[in-house]
């Protein structure tokens, strides 16, 4: 199996809920083989004529349409395809109208005559279409299986029965809830593992189909979300004294309850805009929507009903909009650092991209920034006096970190650096170490400075590749994570900048004998880190929100 076709009919094309079950499909095929020919096709974007029924492709002209359009090529390529997904949402109960048309123009492949085959009347084909695979892949806006009927018996008539697996999807609008991302994460799960089976055995195994089979969200759950998203002037008018509380339910339906494990809080939410205020009572991995106000908050999200609901749609990037002032926090700023978990569009550190590691492990985190500093404390101490102390035994040591964590840890931009300066520095020391001997404190000051202040231009902010392992997920694009640390690294740059000048200072002043505080001003820096890295995120989350947001 090489060559696979995608016949996508949704008119939404690869930005439909069915194209990402179709794109979870195809990353299982890829897995296990990476030598496949994938052609996608967006029929919405071809010119299809309809089929008028002149069978000219049978009598005058015969596998030849009148019409010279996007279907001949696309013939060509269904018919040499050894895998056909057809991937088409349930449209009234069948596939969409530029599905239809396709297939209605497939007729060329066929032949006029009518014969019997397998107890059952048909025409015969053009081409040998025996060893063909095709897959339906179809999401449903009902949360019942049974609606794709009319659909899968209409393509076992096109495909003369050989359709080899489904993937039906109901609730399948729930596929594109950004806040539903972790709870129905399941899913999609199985879809890949339905590729990784099917690439290998050509099927799916019970196990996974049993799983496919499954509704995304209990029923009851499905129906109450869809109602409340369905805007019809009726509701629109009976509605309107509970809009910020049914933004909220919506929200509510995204909770996951593993996310929530010792959690005993309260957040409040109170949008300006409709003077209203609920809350959240989140407590034994469990979370219950109560209106009004509460009187003992652990947190308090201030903000107007359209900003909260961009959020929550994925239109509105969170911690951009805090940062750009949208909206303001009150109480337990940890309590918000963990709501993408806990409802939802997160999936925390334990499934993140990045690799599964043990948190308390020595070469990860602020532990692993003190062990970067071992090999500059040797230099610093050793640089003018010891040549092998000062400059070869730093090499040592930035090459053994390296080494031990090359297999199971990343390597950071600090570790990296580290070891190529003290490369240098040892080649320099080779040709004039009188030179390292005289200055080599001060050069090291101003070298680590270097190092740091660039990570902030050309890379990620240095002490990012740390504090990142403190936090329950991925924030390397969090916006107030990557602020909080730039500033830290040129905070710590330009430290190292102050303790080079002062060396000089010390030097030249005949001062040398108390260089020794100057390693005072690190403790310093570590506590000033420690402080700063938690209170200026609070600081952004409690300041002032532009005027619209307290507009009526």
């Not at 439909?16 to 179709?22: D, I, P, W």
């Not at 499934?351 to 071992?374: E, H």
């Amino acid at each position: 199996m090489k060559n696979i076709l995608i016949l996508n009919g949704s008119p939404r094309g690869k930005k439909g809920n069915t194209a990402k079950l179709v794109d979870n499909f195809i990353t299982g095929l890829k897995e296990r083989s990476s030598n496949l020919i994938i052609e996608n096709i967006e029929l919405y974007k071809k010119n299809i004529n309809s089929c008028t029924g002149c069978f000219s492709c049978w009598n005058k002209t015969p596998g030849k349409c009148i019409f010279n359009d996007d279907m001949k090529d696309l013939i060509s390529s269904y018919v040499n395809a050894d895998l056909v997904i057809w991937a088409t949402p349930l449209y009234h109960f069948g596939m969409t109208s530029i599905m239809k048309r396709f297939t209605e123009r497939t007729l060329p492949i066929n032949k006029p005559d009518i014969v019997k085959y397998d107890e059952t009347y048909t025409h015969p084909q053009r081409y040998d279409m025996n060893t063909k695979k095709n897959i339906l892949i179809s999401t449903a806006g009902f949360p019942e299986a049974h609606n794709f009927e009319v659909l899968i018996d209409q393509l076992k008539k096109i495909t003369g029965g050989k359709v080899s697996e489904s993937i039906l999807t109901v609730m399948g609008e729930l596929l594109s809830v950004k806040a539903l991302e972790n709870r129905i994460s399941w899913y999609l799960d199985a879809v890949q593992q339905a590729g990784r089976e099917f690439i290998s055995q050509c099927s799916f195994n019970k196990e996974t189909k049993d799983l496919l089979k499954e509704e995304l969200v209990p029923i009851d759950d499905f129906v109450e979300m869809a109602n409340l998203t369905q805007k019809t002037e009726e509701k629109i008018r009976t509605e309107k004294s509970r809009k910020g509380y049914n933004l909220l339910k919506l929200m509510g339906h995204s909770f996951v309850p593993n996310n929530a494990n010792g959690i005993d809080a309260i957040l409040e939410m109170e949008f300006t805009d409709l003077n209203e205020s609920n809350h959240f009572i989140i407590k034994d991995n469990s979370c219950q929507l109560e209106k009004g106000p509460s009187n003992n908050f652990s947190a308090k999200i201030i903000t107007s009903y359209e900003i909260w609901q961009k959020i929550s749609q994925g239109d509105l990037d969170g911690p951009q909009a805090m940062m750009d002032g949208l909206y303001r926090i009150e109480g337990d700023f940890d309590l918000i650092q963990k709501l993408d978990i806990i409802f939802g569009s997160s999936k925390g550190k334990q499934d993140s991209k990045r690799q599964k590691v043990n948190k308390d492990s020595r070469l990860l985190g602020q532990k692993a920034m003190g062990i970067s500093f071992i090999p500059w404390v040797f230099s610093w101490i050793f640089i003018e006096s010891n040549l092998f102390a000062g400059v070869f035994l730093p090499l040592l040591v930035s090459l053994g970190l390296v080494a031990i964590k090359n297999k199971n840890y990343e390597i950071t931009y600090f570790e990296k650096m580290n070891t190529l300066y003290f490369s240098i520095l040892s080649i320099i020391s080779l040709f004039d170490y009188q030179l390292l001997s005289n200055i080599g404190i001060e050069l090291n000051y101003f070298a680590v400075a270097s190092i740091w202040g660039l990570s902030v231009l050309f890379n990620t902010a240095l002490t990012s590749d740390y504090s990142k392992y403190d936090y329950e997920e991925d924030l390397e694009d969090n916006p107030i994570f990557i602020k909080t640390n730039n500033i830290l690294t040129l905070f710590w740059a330009l430290m190292f900048v102050g303790q080079g000048v002062a060396m000089i200072i010390l030097k030249n002043y005949g001062y040398l004998k108390y260089s020794p505080l100057l390693y005072i001003l690190i403790l310093v820096a570590i506590k000033f880190t420690d402080y700063f890295s938690k209170k200026y995120p609070e600081y952004i989350a409690k300041g002032k929100l532009k005027k619209n947001i307290f507009s009526s």
